[in-house]
């Protein structure tokens, strides 16, 4: 009898969570089917073999659907997958769709109040967008720091250099290196050591960051569970933010109290500086400082990867970038990013890698802030929205192969990812675009060329090119599966 019973309030619950959290249809876009209750179209999702953006993309296709509406458990999602769609939502709605999806094991508030990724657009985001735009990631700042990236990549290439004919992983390189780069942007340290384990470190606590950040969460599914933290993955959240917190605890308090004596002034100024220049607080300095380790490596360590795996399967694209690297900035010499602008073809890879596999396939999930009608569609107040610039990027409408790795197309044409091109948005577009746009444009080009003029990569066991497994995985970023591990050997006698 009590089974009987505990059945019925089982099922009773159900029913009224159904009821309670299904979509209302009123000219809302068209749905994914079949969506079953409680469920929605989760089972369709589950059973696919391939990687959710790829899978949505698919589905686009085939519905001819530009917006699609997606249930996940109870929760609806709108997934747009053409540029049109991508214009309206990114550019003709950007403010009444501006408002941002906080991912459940990030909601805490102290944090996302003082967010530049997380916060609506608020005044104070509006301020910290500026600042980050103008003082941080702008021009000046930009240039004063140029010979510090130079050196950082550098000391990647003198590491790679002792290493020569043993396996290197590159992603955890890369990683390491842009992980010093923004070092120094943000403090002017080092946080990386080549050859040093690091167990409870800055890289390590990233990662993990960005690992329970990426985990299927039941909250994101059911809403209703939110509060209970059913997978503890927001405690996991809050403690890995706390310990990072502590890595740089002592250098603010250092900072801050060498300003206040006449020891604080400084020949140079990074993030740091400007951010104590206007008054933030120690949680404010936290919240930036994490935003920019975060993101800011993981998304271009990727891009690397992606472009270093594409051009070592395709020894002909890679001889012709070499060649260019060779007249431009010449054999013995290193490439600086003042040879940037005369590598068309660099630039060119850069971009077809970012085509093929954007750094984030949904860009950050847009939160609609009031209801908004988008290609005739009503999209109801709070609903999440995605931009799948995977499919974007991948339309066969739009690119012709679309799935060959060709730079020349970038050659020929004068599409750009600054955000006005809709058919090519790696970095999004409208008021959310990403903010650290203008350093990956100098770091990613310089890293990968670097690697690309200074040695010749093989693979281990003797592996011809053409055997290069390159699946790609989801998670917070698009990755590489597995990843790219190399064996470099030195090209000529170049100084470092």
Known sequence: M???TTLALFSLTLVVLYLLFKPNQNNLPPSLKPSWPLLGNLPTLLRST??????????????????????????PTIVASTPEA???????????????????????????????VWDDCTDNWKQLRRIAKTEIFGPRMLQIQEPVREKKVGELMEFLRGREGKVAKISE?????????????????????????DEVGMQSLIK???????????AEFYPVFEGLDLQGLKRKCVDRVDRVNKLWESTVKERRLSRSTNSGERESKDMLDVLLDNGFSDVQINVLFLETFGPGSETSSSTIEWA?????????????????????????????????PSLPYLQACIKETMRLHPAAPFLLPHRAMEPCKVMGYTIPKNYKIIVNAYA?????????????????????????????????????????????????????????????????????????????????????????????????????????
């Open 308 to 340: 270093m795996a594409e051009l070592i399967k395709s020894p002909t694209k890679l001889a012709k970038l070499k060649e260019e690297l060779n007249q431009v900035v010449g054999p013995t010499s290193q490439v600086k990013e003042a040879h940037i």
């Open 2 to 4: 009590e089974v009987i």
């Open 208 to 218: 993990e960051l960005l690992i329970i950040g990426s985990s299927p969460n039941v």
């Open 392 to 496: 974007i990027g991948r339309d066969p409408k739009i690119w012709k192969d679309p799935c060959c790795f060709r730079p020349e197309r970038f050659l020929e044409s004068s599409v750009d990812y600054n955000g006005n091109h809709f058919e090519f948005i790696p970095f999004g577009s409208g008021r959310r675009i990403c903010v650290g746009m203008p350093l990956a444009n100098r770091t990613i080009p310089l890293i990968v060329s670097s690697l690309m003029h200074n040695f010749d990569w093989s693979l281990p066991e003797g592996r011809k090119p053409e055997e290069l497994v390159m699946n790609e995985i989801l998670g917070l970023t698009l990755a590489i599966d597995p990843s790219l591990s190399v064996i470099p050997t030195v090209r000529g006698n170049k100084t470092y």
């Open 173 to 197: 390189l890369v990683f390491g290196t842009l992980l010093n780069i923004l070092g120094n942007v943000i403090f002017s340290k080092d946080v990386f050591g080549y050859g040093e384990k």
């Open 86 to 116: 991508a214009m309206e939502i990114l550019k003709t709605h950007d403010r009444a769709l501006s408002g941002r999806h906080i991912s459940v094991c990030f909601r805490i508030e102290e944090m996302n109040k003082n967010s530049l």
């Open 50 to 75: 391939t990687p959710l953006h790829i899978t949505l993309a698919d589905l686009a296709q085939s519905h001819s659907a530009p917006l699609m509406l997606v249930t996940l458990g109870t929760a």
